[in-house]
């Protein structure tokens, strides 16, 4: 079946505008987590949503990100503002589970943001 | 604090050789393990995962880990390598009663002929 899908695949942008990132996660699953994927770094935990439950934003770096879950589904990641240190990859994972440390996520291939 | 530490930033091995990957956690109680394998513009794909019970963990494509309680350590290990391995591997850990994953830098693999 599909994967988790993440549109675009890649967005270069000026720096102080506003950026939309997508995520379809896989048909059913509860669970869906953003990540940034720095150069030379690992993943950081950006926000997570489970089900209809307020999602944890513990992990977002500023007030110029938020993300938003429509219908328990899609997900969108908003950056504004965009600065050079926001450039990254930013992975979406989606899981079948009621969330938790035992989870399988799996990821979409990502989106590559470039900000000049 | 929960973490996660590859001490390795880049491998490279001979195909047919046998590959070791060090992973170590920091965690204060019996943490869940993973191995993810990000291939060149792919996402993340599960190898394999440990929750309990035995300590040795078989995964897909011929990879196995070994959980050791008194290293804090779970390397993973394939007996010989394929060229197809060459790819970036991530251990994380999951904290036992959040749902955040604690990832490590990841281990770039090189496979030459």
């Known amino acids: 079946g599909a994967g988790v899908s993440q549109s675009p695949s890649n967005k270069v942008t000026e720096k102080g505008k506003d950026v939309e990132l997508r995520c379809d996660p896989i048909?059913?699953?509860?669970?869906l987590y953003w990540y940034r994927q720095s150069l030379g770094q690992g993943l950081e935990f950006l926000i997570y949503?489970?089900?209809?439950?307020?999602?944890?934003k513990s992990g977002l770096p500023s007030d110029r990100f938020s993300a938003e879950r429509t219908g328990g589904s899609v997900s969108t990641l908003t950056i504004q503002r965009t600065q050079q240190e926001d450039s990254a990859v930013y992975l979406c994972?989606?899981?079948?589970?009621?969330?938790?440390?035992?989870?399988?996520?799996?990821f979409g291939p990502g989106t590559r943001l470039t900000v000049l | 604090a929960q973490s996660v530490t590859q001490p390795d930033i880049h491998i490279t091995v001979s195909e047919g050789a046998s590959l070791e990957l060090r992973c170590n956690y920091s965690?204060?109680?019996?943490?869940?393990l993973f191995w993810y394998v990000q291939s060149p513009g792919q996402g993340l794909q599960l190898l394999l995962k440990?929750?309990?019970?035995?300590?040795l963990v078989q995964g897909i494509k011929g990879f196995e880990a070994e959980f050791k309680r008194s290293q804090s350590s779970f390397n993973l290990r394939k007996p010989s390598v394929h060229w197809s391995d060459a790819a970036e591997y991530f251990c994380?850990?999951?904290?036992?009663?959040?749902?955040?994953?604690?990832f490590g830098t990841g281990t770039s693999l090189t496979v030459i002929p």
């Open positions: 965690y204060g109680a019996t943490p869940y």
């Open positions: 440990y929750f309990s019970g035995d300590t």
């Open positions: 048909s059913g699953h509860t669970a």
């Open positions: 994972a989606s899981s079948p589970s009621a969330g938790g440390a035992a989870d399988t996520q799996y």
């Open positions: 994380a850990v999951g904290a036992g009663t959040g749902n955040q994953f604690y």
């Open positions: 949503f489970q089900g209809n439950s307020a999602p944890d």
